[in-house]
């Protein structure tokens, strides 16, 4: 019996909330977030990448990234390549624009590296948000080997 008061004043605050929702409560979905669907319109990001000036940085392998937005994710890992030799020392790559969902402020990036190259050392990537012109920058400073493996990266 301690517990039923908080309780039932748990549920008369959620009751309370959805009151004063109103109308609009059903168009909020939090849920959303987290599916990486969105409900937001669709918006355009440009990565960068660029690989460090040092011995070896470069690769061939096969490299994908996911972004995770503080409102949504990418769907998925994308593929990052272009008509360019991609990810070779000290190079500036950019990829896209890519259309998602809005994913509000990237948050972190998951980066992949396939084992079909050598070993690769990117020292940051960059996420471009078209709708707001605003670059994000994620420092990575990461060695990968020759191996397959993902990393994750904040974008503080
Ligand atoms: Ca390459
Ligand atoms: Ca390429």
């Known amino acids: 019996m301690r517990f039923r008061i908080p309780i ?25 977030k987290t599916a990486g669907i969105g409900t937001n319109a669709v918006q355009n990001y440009t990565i960068f990448v660029h690989t460090a000036n040092i011995d070896g940085a470069g690769t061939d392998a096969t490299v994908r990234m996911k972004v995770y937005g503080t409102l949504a994710e990418s769907p998925g890992y994308v593929n990052l390549d272009n008509s360019a030799d991609n990810f070779e020392r000290n190079s500036n790559d950019y990829f896209g624009p890519f259309s998602w969902y809005d994913i509000g402020r990237p948050d972190f990036i998951g980066v992949y590296k396939g084992s079909n190259g050598s070993e690769w050392y990117p020292e940051y990537a960059q996420v471009y948000a078209h709708a707001t012109g605003t670059w994000y920058h994620c420092p990575m ?16």
Do not use: Q
Not at 15 to 24: H, P
Not at 141 to 156: K, L
């Open 141 to 156: 400073n990461a060695y990968y080997g020759d191996g397959e493996e993902t990393r994750w990266f904040d974008c503080p």
């Open 8 to 32: 039932a004043f748990g549920g008369v605050l959620v009751m309370m909330t959805m009151a004063l929702g109103g109308g609009t409560a059903a168009s909020a979905a939090p849920a959303a």
